[in-house]
Structures are given as structure tokens and as C-alpha cells.
């Protein structure tokens, strides 16, 4: 019989680490050789997103790490007059802003993209990859083109940003669009496929280069100085001097402290305002018109990201339309002036308001009837009902006059109704009387009084017309009020038109500066026995207030006479409940701006802001907050652990923090790797859409920001061009440099970087770059700034710096994939 030994086959083995995708340098931590590929893709997709945030939240600690190092100061003293010691004392940055900005903050900003650059060359053995280097490509190309589009569409209206300090963006802009061209010669001219050990050294050596010529721009060492006076500035003095079209003699300016008391007494008189959000609003305003650097839009940007504490408290949208009028920080005292204006009553015109022509009328008792004015202003398309009714006082109802209780009703557009009232005359002599009509609103209706809804009526026996003068010979005024209302008052006779000329005097107030003097003429209709000068006062930054004026009465017409109080001393006084009101809203918005403060954090602060939405401001979160909040607790938990910046001047915070945005990139670089290949996508084209993408989001948040609260367009589009530069100095002048010595040791021989499709890439980005740059520079000529302007220009400029990125990511991914072969 014959045997089936010949027919066994030996069992198939498969080795469980050996499937396609499985080289990163961390990753895969197990076995997923029966993971279906669909799997695998969703699973380093979602996981690479998630990685993204928490790079994006270490990347926020690490760059408050640098605003505590590139924000100590130190005092200076300037002389002042005014001041009580004879001079004043303000806070300089040790940091210059142009060093600050190009060393440490580009490196904090562009941390991932370096990081991942070095960790690739290291992780491959010294070996050349596509990730590193076409991540920094394409995040410069989504920064210049992207970003830059965006933040040109984003102004509002017609208003406009520009570059403030041109020298220095001129050098970053030379130096952006340098970087890249420098990378086609040493790839494609000088050592084509090769980087020398001089090339690195000169590549990694262009990035202190760029800094001191930077400086060397701002401080005009290339250009003649002139001595002019210092310039005062919001958050310091430039200490330089110089007056060039970027920079002008400024007004000198409150003090922070002295602007929140300011725009605290304003917020005070709103009735249906809280303490509270009063707070919020003068906390908000006083940051939103603070300077800030790139590093703050950057944190603030990242928070609004991840649901965490943001930078400016957020007002809530019933007061939206209070916050736009408040005068922010830096308004001069006249502007805050000819910002007072008397109460609305219609509330921006939703209601109709009544009220009487006038406050006071007088009627000789043989007339038989006296007309009262009714007049109606704010609403005015619709019909007004009111209740006109009459009061006792020493006259009597029905004996000295007609008693009244009816309802007025204006038509629409109507805006002066009359109701008479009967005077009795019995014949009897009596001294004057007096007797009162008020004004009263239906249960159901929207109308609303005006300040004159009382009018006081005197019967009087005699047809004179009347002494002018004052009830008394002064006057306390509280500074609340914004107004000082002094009555000039009309007896002996009310018969005919009169008029009386005021003026006033200083005393111990000064016109101008705490109330607005001058003269004027008062005219008394028919009848009317009371008018009132209204003086506008000036708030001060006095906790005690105890300023004196007078106005005087001359040239009485009309057969009016002067009585003898043609004089009246009017007093200034603080208003003792609304000075405890203010005091308490300025203590409120303190403590809103201290926790801000990014140089400043404790560990019970830190954990208590991870664990909460919102960093405990739960009132003002939203539902994109908690959302964000709940996909990115774990890392903010984790991250808590970070010392926190107010140690040793925020070092231990900057190093640990790079070091787990390092762990992190190595982390983003094996998931960007891997989900590329599961998908069958390049490095190359992974590097310059995922990753590039997903590492520079923070910055289009952060230069959007940047674009619509600062006044110039430096931190905005200024920067993205020192970030782009820094980007290949460091980005890839370190790691060649690394890589070009360790060759060099090893066997003598140079660092092997094939251009392939890096230098098509490079060579599309700085033709781009060119392009962006001159578009910009052809909106300052013409639209007279980069920023904003007009809508088409403003439109059409960013939509084509939108349609240049598209077209250089698809040319790029058709090159590297081999649908195009451009040879170079």
C-alpha cells in the first residue's frame, strides 16, 4: 500500500511583529497584525487629532513658561511735575520684543515642527526622512499663504492693521523667502543630494544672524539717528526715542489702575447692571486694549481650543451693546467727557417716551384755564397712551381749580399733545397756591416717563413778570450725577416771555477740567415760573471730591428783574454709596485680571483649572467648551503636574514642558508615519497636509486674534515670517547639523538628504512666498495697509493666498507621487 507521507505539507507560521506599517520609532506598543486596515486607520487618525490637542495644551504651559522669562522688568524713573514725588516710575522689559519674538517665542510656536525634525533624523539612525523636513515646508506655506489670508479677511468693516515696524518686518520677510531659496542651493547647486558640515554649521548659524539683524533693524543702527523726545507707551517708554511714520509723540495716558477706577464709575450708574459683570466688562476692555505679544493670542487661542480659562473674560451678550460704548483704556479725558450723555429712556428708541414740556407753570387766577405742554420723543411709529392726573397742595381741588384724571393718547408720529385745566376764581384774595400734575404709565403699556413727569402749577393774583433768581444761595452737587441742575426760579409775577443771562466762575473747580463752564441765556415762556442750568461735570480719579464753583445771574429781559440772590456757589461732592459701588466693581475686576496673569500660577491653581471647564468660569462656558473640555481633561490632568512658572523665573516650567512636547512630537511623528502608510499616503504628503495642518492650528486661531484686537498687524502677519525662517535655521539647520557630524565622525563622509521631492516642494513654496509677499506689500500701497480695507480688495487679496496654498499642496502631492515629474 502505497504511504501518504508524501502528501503532508508542514504548517504555515506567521510571525506576529511582521506586517506592513509596523517601523515607528515608539509605535505600534503591541501586536496589530489582525487588525483590519480600516481599523488601523481610524484608530492613528483619531489618535493623531487627540495628539494634536495635547501638544497644542503643553505647547500653552510652555509658552507661559516664556512670557515669565521675556516679561521681567525692571524700574525706571522719568520726571513728572504733576506727579507728588516729583517723577514716575515705570516697568521696562529686560527682553527686547524683536529678540523676544524671534528666539524664544518662535521657538514655542514652532516647537513641534523642530522637535519633530531632530527626533526623525535621530530616531533613523542619522538617516535623512520626508516628515521632518516636509512638515516645516508645509507649515510655512500654511502660515504665509493660510493664515495670512485669513487675517486679511477677518477685520471688520473697513477698518485696517499695519505693519508698525517695517524695518524689522522687512528684514524677517528677506530672510523668510532667503531661508528657502538658501535650502534649493544647498540641496540642488552647491552639493546636490548632500549637506556638508559647512552648509549645516552656516544653515544652523543663520539663526543668530537673523536675530541680531532684526534687532540691529528696530534700534536703526543701519540709518541715521535723531534725538527726539521719549515716547510714553502703554505698557512701557521706548527708550530709543525715535519719531518715524511708524511711531509718534503720544498723549500721556492713565494709569491701568486709574483706567479701571474710570471705566468702574461708568459702569456704576447702570442700574440693571451687577457687580459682577461690571467687573467682567472692565476686566474685558482692560485686555483687549493691552498690547499683547504673540505668546498671549498663542495661550489664548489654545484655550479656546481646549475649553480651558480663557484670557479675556467673555461678556455676556444682554450687556454686548454696553461693552461697545465703555471708553477703554488710553481715551483721553476730553473724549470720556463728550461720551456723557443723559439717560435713555426709550433704550435705543425700542419705547416711546412722554413726559411735560416743562417742570413749572404759573397761572393768574382771572385766566379761568392754564394749557400744560405734554411732549413725546423716542418711539415714534405708534400710537402712546399716558394718565394725566392732578395733585393737592395748598390749592385745593375744586375750590381753586378743576381736578383732572384722563389718558392722553398721541397718535403715531405725533410728538406735542396740550391738556387745560380750570382755574376757579372766587373772587377772594389769596396768597399764591400751588397744586401739582404727574404723569402715570398704563399697566400694559410700553411707554415710558421722561425726567419731567411732575409739573408744579402756581395760581397767583398779579400779571408782573416776575423777579429771576435762585432758591438758595448754593448748591451740593454729587459727581455721579454728571451733571450739576440749578434751578433759577421765577416769582412775583409769571406774565409774558422773559429771558436772564448766567455765567460762571471758577472757585476751587477748574472749567475745562472738572465741569464744563461758560454762559448762557435761560428763556421762561408764558407762565413758566422754573428753569434749570445745566452744567456738565468732569469725573476725577479723587477718592474724596470737594471742588466749588459759582454762576452768576445778569441782564434779566423781557421787564424781568434780578432778585438779590443773582449769585450761587455750586459744591462738587463724591457720592459716598456710589463711591462704595465703584470701589467694589474695581476690587472685583482686580481679582478677574490677577488669575490672568500668565506668569503667575500656583499648583492648587493649575489643578483646579484642568479639572473645571472653562477654568472654573462655568457661567460663560459653552457647549463647544464642555465638549472640548471632556476630549481633553486626561491632558490637562497629566499636564497639571508641570511646576508652575512662578518658580525660578519659569525655567523648570520651560524645560520639562519641552521635553513632553519632545515625547509628544515622537508620539505625532510614528502616528502621522504609520496612518500615512496604512492609508497608502507618502511622508512627504502626510507631512504637508496632516501635520502641517495640525501643528500650526493654534497659530491660525492665535494670528486671527492677533489680526482683530491689536492695532497693528506685527503680531498677526509680522511674525509668521520670522517663525517661517526660524523654522529652517532651526528646523533643519540642527538636525542636519546633528546628523552632518555624526557622519563626519563616523566615516568622513557627508550627510546624505536626497532633494527629491523636498526641493520641488521648496522651490514652489519660495515661489509662492514671493508672490504673498508682494501682494502684501502692494495693499499697503495701495490699500494703505496689509490688513483689512475695503471688501473687495480685502477679499480678492485673501482668496487668492488661499487658491496659492491649494495649488501648492496639489502640485507637491502630484510630484511626490509621480502623476507630474517636473526634473530639476
Known amino acids: 500500500m502505497a504511504s501518504n507521507a508524501s502528501n503532508e505539507t508542514l504548517p504555515v507560521t506567521y510571525n506576529p511583529y511582521d506586517y506592513p506599517c509596523n517601523d515607528g520609532l515608539l509605535l505600534p506598543i503591541t501586536s496589530e497584525f489582525t487588525w483590519p486596515t480600516w481599523v488601523r486607520a481610524a484608530l492613528y487618525l483619531t489618535a493623531l487629532l487627540w495628539s494634536f490637542l495635547a501638544v497644542a495644551i503643553v505647547a500653552d ?4 513658561a516664556i512670557e515669565r522669562i521675556t516679561s521681567k522688568t525692571r524700574i525706571v524713573r522719568i520726571p513728572d511735575s504733576e506727579a507728588p514725588e516729583g517723577f514716575r516710575e515705570l516697568k521696562l522689559k529686560v527682553w527686547n520684543d524683536t529678540v523676544a519674538n524671534l528666539s524664544l517665542m518662535a521657538l514655542g510656536t514652532s516647537a513641534p515642527e523642530i522637535l519633530l525634525s531632530v527626533i526623525e533624523i535621530v530616531g533613523n539612525k542619522f538617516v535623512a526622512g520626508d516628515l521632518g523636513p516636509g512638515t516645516i515646508v508645509g507649515s510655512a506655506s500654511y502660515n504665509l499663504l493660510f493664515i495670512t489670508a485669513i487675517c486679511i479677511m477677518c477685520i471688520p468693516g473697513s477698518a485696517t492693521r499695519r505693519v508698525a515696524n517695517m524695518r ?21 547647486v552647491i552639493s546636490p543630494n548632500k549637506i556638508e558640515l559647512w552648509e549645516a554649521i552656516v544653515t544652523f548659524i543663520f539663526f543668530p544672524v537673523l536675530v541680531i539683524l532684526a534687532y540691529a533693524a528696530e534700534k536703526n543702527f543701519f540709518l541715521a539717528r535723531k534725538a527726539t523726545e521719549m515716547e510714553p507707551t502703554f505698557g512701557g517708554i521706548a527708550m530709543d526715542g525715535k519719531v518715524t511714520e511708524e511711531t509718534r509723540p503720544l498723549k500721556p495716558k492713565l494709569d491701568e489702575e486709574d483706567e479701571i477706577f474710570v471705566m468702574a464709575k461708568e459702569l456704576g450708574r447702570e442700574e440693571d447692571m451687577t457687580e459682577q459683570e461690571a467687573a467682567r466688562i472692565v476686566a474685558n476692555k482692560i485686555l483687549v486694549e493691552r498690547p ?9 487661542a489654545t484655550r479656546g481650543l481646549t475649553g480651558g480659562r480663557k484670557l479675556v473674560p467673555k461678556v455676556l451678550k444682554t450687556f454686548e451693546d454696553l461693552y461697545d460704548k465703555v471708553q477703554g483704556p488710553g481715551d483721553e479725558l476730553e473724549e470720556r467727557a463728550s461720551a456723557i450723555v443723559p439717560v435713555d429712556h426709550s433704550e435705543g428708541g425700542r419705547h416711546p417716551v412722554v413726559e411735560f414740556t416743562a417742570s413749572a407753570l404759573a397761572v393768574m387766577e382771572n385766566e379761568g384755564k392754564v394749557r400744560v405742554g405734554l411732549r413725546r420723543h423716542g418711539k415714534l411709529n405708534c400710537p402712546a397712551k399716558v394718565r394725566v392726573e392732578t395733585i393737592n397742595g395748598t390749592a385745593v381741588a375744586g375750590e381753586d381749580y378743576k381736578p383732572i384724571n384722563e389718558v392722553v393718547t398721541f397718535a403715531p408720529n405725533e410728538t406735542l399733545r396740550q391738556v387745560y385745566i380750570d382755574i376757579v376764581d372766587d373772587f377772594e384774595w389769596e396768597p399764591d397756591e400751588v397744586f401739582f400734575v404727574r404723569l402715570q404709565t398704563e399697566s400694559d403699556d410700553e411707554v415710558r416717563l421722561g425726567n419731567t413727569s411732575i409739573c408744579q402749577i402756581t395760581i397767583i393774583n398779579d400779571d408782573e413778570p416776575g423777579v429771576l433768581a435762585f432758591p438758595k444761595p448754593g448748591f451740593i452737587m454729587k459727581e455721579s450725577g454728571l451733571a450739576a ?13 422773559v429771558s436772564v443771562r448766567w455765567r460762571t466762575g471758577d472757585i476751587t473747580a477748574v472749567s475745562g477740567k472738572d465741569y464744563s463752564g461758560g454762559e448762557g441765556e435761560l428763556f421762561f415762556d408764558n407762565q ?16 474724596e471730591r470737594d471742588d466749588s464753583f459759582q454762576i452768576e445771574l445778569m441782564d434779566a429781559g423781557g421787564g424781568a428783574t434780578i432778585g438779590k440772590l443773582n449769585k450761587c456757589i455750586v459744591t462738587i461732592v463724591s457720592d459716598a454709596e456710589y463711591t462704595g459701588l465703584v470701589s467694589r466693581i474695581v476690587n472685583q475686576a482686580k481679582a478677574n485680571l490677577d488669575p490672568l496673569q500668565l506668569e503667575n500660577s500656583t499648583y492648587a491653581q493649575q489643578f483646579y483649572e484642568a479639572m473645571n471647564v472653562n477654568g472654573g468660569d462655568v457661567e460663560t462656558a459653552s457647549l463647544f467648551d464642555y465638549v472640548m473640555h471632556f476630549l481633553t481633561f486626561y491632558w490637562k490632568i497629566m499636564f497639571a503636574f508641570i511646576p508652575p512658572t512662578q518658580y525660578f523665573g519659569g525655567w523648570p516650567t520651560f524645560v520639562v514642558s519641552l521635553a513632553i512636547i519632545g515625547f509628544l512630537t515622537a508620539i505625532i511623528g510614528d502616528l502621522a508615519s504609520i496612518f500615512g502608510c496604512v492609508i497608502g499616503l507618502p ?35 509680522g511674525n509668521v515670517n520670522g517663525s517661517n525662517s526660524v523654522n529652517v535655521f532651526l528646523g533643519l539647520g540642527l538636525p542636519w547639523l546633528i546628523a552632518a557630524i555624526y557622519w563626519k565622525v563616523q566615516n568622513g563622509s557627508d550627510f546624505d538628504v536626497p532633494a527629491g521631492s523636498l526641493g520641488f516642494s ?16 502692494l495693499r499697503r500701497f495701495f490699500v494703505g495697509a496689509e490688513l483689512g480695507g475695503p471688501s473687495i480688495p480685502k477679499y480678492v487679496s485673501g482668496a487668492v493666498l488661499i487658491v496659492l496654498w491649494f495649488l501648492y499642496v496639489l502640485f507637491s502631492s502630484l510630484q511626490t507621487t509621480g502623476v507630474i515629474d517636473v526634473t530639476i
Open 292 to 300: 499683547h505679544d504673540r505668546a498671549w493670542h498663542r495661550i489664548n
Open 61 to 64: 504651559i510652555f509658552m507661559c
Open 762 to 777: 521648496v522651490i514652489l513654496y519660495t515661489i509662492t512666498a514671493v508672490i504673498a509677499i508682494a501682494i502684501l506689500m
Open 485 to 497: 441742575l440749578v434751578p433759577v426760579v421765577r416769582t412775583g409775577g409769571a406774565d409774558g416771555h
Open 683 to 717: 511622508d512627504a504628503i502626510t507631512a504637508i497636509t496632516f501635520v502641517a495642518l495640525g501643528t500650526s492650528m493654534p497659530d491660525t486661531f492665535a494670528s486671527k486674534s492677533a489680526a482683530m484686537l491689536e492695532k497693528t498687524a506685527d503680531n498677526s502677519v
Open 168 to 188: 524689522v518686518y522687512a528684514v524677517t520677510a528677506f530672510t523668510s523667502v532667503f531661508a528657502y531659496v538658501w535650502l534649493v542651493i544647498v540641496l540642488l
Open 528 to 543: 413758566e415760573t422754573t428753569k434749570v442750568i445745566e452744567i456738565p461735570l468732569f469725573e476725577t480719579n479723587k477718592k
